[in-house]
């Protein structure tokens, strides 16, 4: 009996973390015109509509996506009714969605602009399906639909939004993102994957340039990293969030050794100078945050235990670093969480390779 339930237990540990079937409707084609529409008409609800700048941001979105496709027409004439999709609902996607959105209702609920963003996030939800479908069937006759624009779209929303006047500049952040999933690709473990977390790339990428041209105040970035601090207990909150991610998809190491390298090396030099490295606690509620829900990707992260662990402590020294350099050049210290995410993805392979080596 004892057999047969841990039999049981391994069989349930090793089910499919992916549900997969085609869906061959001739009608698929029409998909990204509808996304289009739909991205539009979301632009005539009230809290759009009460800027007109955000609006013809909307309208400009839904129009680009519209030409798009009449392109890809052009370019494939009648083969375009060929063009379908297969439906692909991955754990990974929806079970990461789930956890994003339980921090945007519990952070909102002390800091209402995030609620006042809600249908900002439909938006660009919206245009990431009609943009990564147009994407895929320009390259190829079938592609994935699922969960997947989901997590890409509210993590990158987690740490970096613009303001309604610019707004526009969130859309092309959101094409840049999966433009870099598509074409930024290189070989691992026998596979053609893509290099970079999408969310992390563009998120990296627009911080450079607004660092670059000194234009943070066109986003809600400052705002942003300080008011997750409003909500009560939000590193309870956070540390249970990620103990959800941790337990599905075997990240704890990178989280776990991210944390415990920030926390040694703030708690450290607080205690050789008599001075806190980071202003309000050892480890930011934001910097937290990334630790569990941004560096964690585990299709842009080491596989192995010991790959892991060096790649979480790597970030928690970046980022510790990073928070002095950024602070040394008079550029707002929040940035300190995305710019080292890319530049650890390009370093997955070197540190796949170390660990071969050393074992």
Known sequence: MASAARSRARTARRSPSAVEAPARGSLAFLLPPLFALALAAVAFVPRIQANERLALSFFGAAAALLL????????????LRSRGVDLVLRRQHWLQAGVQIAVYAYWGWFWRP??????????????????????????????????????IILSTNLFLWFRDDWFYLQFLMIAVGFLGKEFVRWERDGKRVHIFNPSAFTLGLFSLVLIATGTTELTWGQEIASTLTLAPHIYLFLFALGLVVMWFFSITLVAGTAALVLFGLSAGYAALTGVPWFLDSEIPAAVFLGLHLLVTDPSTSPRSAPGKALFGALYGVSVFGLYALLGAFGVPTFYDKLLAVPLLNLSVRGIDGLVRRVR
Do not use: C, K, M, N
Not at 68 to 79: E, I, N, Q
Not at 133 to 146: H, V, Y
């Open 114 to 151: 995030v609620y006042a963003h809600a249908w900002l996030l439909v938006g660009q939800i919206l245009f990431a399906y009609a943009f990564d479908l147009l994407l895929s069937w320009w390259r190829r006759e079938r592609t994935s639909l699922g969960f997947g624009p989901f997590p």
């Open 68 to 79: 798009g496709y009449a392109g890809l027409a052009l370019r494939l004439g009648p083969a």
